[in-house]
């Protein structure tokens, strides 16, 4: 017997979550890092990187983002600075390795991106985009319902 349209929608979504998680692994360990290293070294590049913040925002602990700074520290793909303004926060800051590691993931990402992602036509990808961002806000707000 055949699943409903829901659970087998359900079903793939599970599928290609999944599929992503380990992609997002193999990405990671192309460069020598974890996952959980890669979205560290990725907020670290970016602008005003804050790790107690970093941490809220992903629902992990200080400790649990300091050890992953402290990791990627020894690696040498991140160097930390006391704050001139405060000598109590860290400033946090890529290393031209840790550069050279987020543009392997990058150019390995954007591979496959041109071919998996590529070879579909724009019309699907417009509806795949419209329907997954409209699914994601209804298990949004159903969530912060319940």
Same mark, same amino acid.
């Given at each position: ?29 192309? =460069?020598?890092?974890?996952? *959980?290293?890669? %979205?560290? /070294?990725?907020?670290? !590049?970016?602008?005003? $990187?804050?790790? &107690? ?5 992903? =629902?992990?602990?200080?400790? *649990?983002?300091? %050890?992953? /700074?402290?990791?990627? !520290?020894?690696?040498? $793909?991140?160097? &930390? ?66």
């Amino acid at each position: 017997m055949q699943p409903d349209p829901a659970h087998r929608a359900i079903a793939s979504l599970q599928r290609l979550s999944e599929v992503f998680t380990t992609r997002r692994q193999q990405l990671a360990g192309e =460069a020598t890092i974890t996952e *959980a290293q890669w %979205r560290v /070294l990725e907020e670290v !590049s970016g602008e005003n $990187f804050l790790p &107690s913040m970093f941490a809220r925002q992903r =629902a992990i602990t200080a400790a *649990a983002v300091s %050890r992953t /700074l402290r990791q990627l !520290s020894e690696m040498g $793909f991140v160097k &930390s600075t006391i704050g001139t303004d405060d000598g109590r926060q860290r400033l946090y800051q890529v290393t031209a390795k840790g550069q050279r590691a987020m543009q392997k993931i990058h150019q390995a990402r954007e591979d496959a991106v041109n071919s998996v992602w590529s070879t579909l036509s724009a019309r699907d990808l417009t509806t795949f985009a419209k329907l997954s961002e409209q699914l994601a806000e209804r298990l949004e707000e159903y969530a912060a319902r319940h």
